[in-house]
T-cell receptor, first 114, second 103 residues
Framework: NAGVTQTPKFQVLKTGQSMTLQCAQDMNHNSMYWYRQDPGMGLRLIYYSASEGTTDKGEVPNGYNVSRLNKREFSLRLESAAPSQTSVYFC?????????????FGPGTRLLVL | KNEVEQSPQNLTAQEGEFITINCSYSVGISALHWLQQHPGGGIVSLFMLSSGKKKHGRLIATINIQEKHSSLHITASHPRDSAVYICAVDMRFGAGTRLTVKP
């Protein structure tokens, strides 16, 4: 299993450009998440999807949209990138079992907006 | 005030030392997670706790629900334990504790 994969690994955008960050998981997990991580701050939840066909806003959704294309894929779109969106973006999926919920993280996408 | 606070922010230890990282939270809780972020950036889930104590190898995590506090302990620390350790409570994350273990 590849686990959680993200593309691209690194991207540079100019202010106002748009792009989509891709995330896929092959573990048949229902829940998927998008986070951003900024220096000196904890991970912050942008959007999550509890199941295929549903999405919900997290702590910092402004400037982003998401699509849960199917059970495997959860994409994050920046329609008009701003320098404040320079960050490292992590996708995660989770499973709940007898011991509780475990999240599995992708390797991250480093985004620089000039 | 952050809803999830960790201390210390940075910690340097000598190999073999006993390490304690603390997490206090003010949000309601269904579960608390400890994560490890490697120097390369990858994030791995270490523990999920809703009560009591869990142990995996040299790592021990405890939680006190009444005091809204959790600790992560590392026994016999090793340089390969050097990483950022992150506490998370119901999708709210602490800023992390950067641990450096020197040989």
């Amino acid at each position: 299993n590849a686990g959680v994969t993200q593309t691209p690994k690194f991207q540079v955008l100019k202010t106002g450009q748009s792009m989509t960050l891709q995330c896929a998981q092959d573990m048949n997990h229902n829940s998927m998440y998008w986070y951003r991580q900024d220096p000196g701050m904890g991970l912050r939840l942008i959007y999550y999807s509890a199941s295929e066909g549903t999405t919900d806003k997290g702590e910092v959704p402004n400037g982003y949209n998401v699509s849960r294309l199917n059970k495997r894929e959860f994409s994050l779109r920046l329609e008009s990138a701003a320098p404040s969106q320079t960050s490292v973006y992590f996708c995660a999926s989770s499973v709940v079992d007898r011991s509780g919920e475990t999240q599995y993280f992708g390797p991250g996408t480093r985004l620089l907006v000039l | 005030k952050n809803e999830v606070e960790q201390s210390p922010q940075n910690l340097t230890a000598q190999e073999g030392e006993f390490i304690t990282i603390n997490c206090s939270y003010s949000v309601g809780i269904s579960a608390l997670h400890w994560l490890q972020q490697h120097p390369g950036g990858g994030i791995v889930s270490l523990f999920m706790l809703s009560s009591g104590k869990k142990k995996h190898g040299r790592l021990i995590a405890t939680i006190n629900i009444q005091e809204k506090h959790s600790s992560l302990h590392i026994t016999a620390s090793h340089p390969r334990d050097s990483a950022v350790y992150i506490c998370a409570v119901d999708m709210r994350f602490g800023a992390g504790t950067r641990l450096t273990v020197k040989p």
